[in-house]
């Protein structure tokens, strides 16, 4: 299958890209290489997946530009729609920056789709849907119409006009909510790559609230074998619409978290406590049985290996000799 990945040079998007070129697929990644982080660490992550294959071609390119989403869509059976503007704290600076490259830049990415008639899409959504709900596990049936972030309400409000475009143009869409991925590569502003760094460092690391919050952390590896298994459900013969929790089903506490990283660094975690931030969640915590059953989604890396794997990653990193 040849299957675009916006976002290809992110994160999760780079690691997608890899799986999905080992498993046979060509590839096409489009990303604008936004500055949201190290523009180096995005460059990094796309000479990775070139050395995965010649099964990838990438397209410099915002996902609001019609032209290149033309370009981008040549041959495509599968769209996996990973770029956006991610992070809590930061929508609340930038809402307007949020609302339009994750809202509108769906919209536009939707209609390239209509017009070439590509009608199988991916689309990665986020448990901060939930909001600040206590009834845990997080259900995919539970209600989520109290989002307490810019980016949590535009993750919201991406499934619902994919559900637009499933029920004008009979597009079949997965929304897949991915909770806390962790693992190489992740995001800098993340707290399990900061708080190694700051620790690594010797530096303090900002604590927010009691150390009581928690995040149901998933492994990039088995978010990634969700994101392929929902790239074959969109494969349906009927057009369909699913939203999917991609969790660990395991939520661990942030002073917990701290230990861990602690320990796998080695060296004691030095906190400067600060109040529970604006837009923050208690806890999140995914019912993953829907998964199970229909993409035989099934996440197999503890927070103590993942945080072990984490750690190794950013050693070698560190020592210069990181292949990541
Ligand atoms: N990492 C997580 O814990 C997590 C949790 C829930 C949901 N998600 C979602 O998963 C997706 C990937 O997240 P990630 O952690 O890999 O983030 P990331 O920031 O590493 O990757 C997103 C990529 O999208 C690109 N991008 C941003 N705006 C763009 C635009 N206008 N045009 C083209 N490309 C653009 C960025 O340059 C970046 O490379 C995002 O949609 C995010 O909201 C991530």
Known sequence: MHILVTGAAGFIGSHLSQRLIAEGHCVTGLDNLDPFYSVALKRRNLAEIALS????????????????????LQGVDVVVHLAAMAGVRP??????AYVDVNLAGTVHLLEAMR??????????????????QRKVPFSEDDSVDRPISPYAASKKAGELI????HHLYGLTVACLRFFTVYGPRQRPDLAIAKFTALIDHGDEIPFFGDGTTSRDYTFVDDTVAGVSSAVGWTGAETPQYAIFNLGNSSPVPLSHLVELISRAVDKPAILKHFPVQPGDVETTYADTRKAAAALAYAPKISIEEGISRYVSWYRALEAGTGRT
């Open 53 to 72: 294959g010649d099964q990838f071609r990438f397209i410099e390119a915002d996902l609001r530009d019609d032209h290149a989403l033309d370009e981008a």
């Open 162 to 165: 994919c559900h637009t475009w």
């Open 115 to 132: 017009r070439h008639d590509v009608r199988r899409l991916v689309f990665a959504s986020s448990s901060s849907v939930y909001g600040d």
């Open 91 to 96: 929508s609340i600076e930038r809402p307007l």
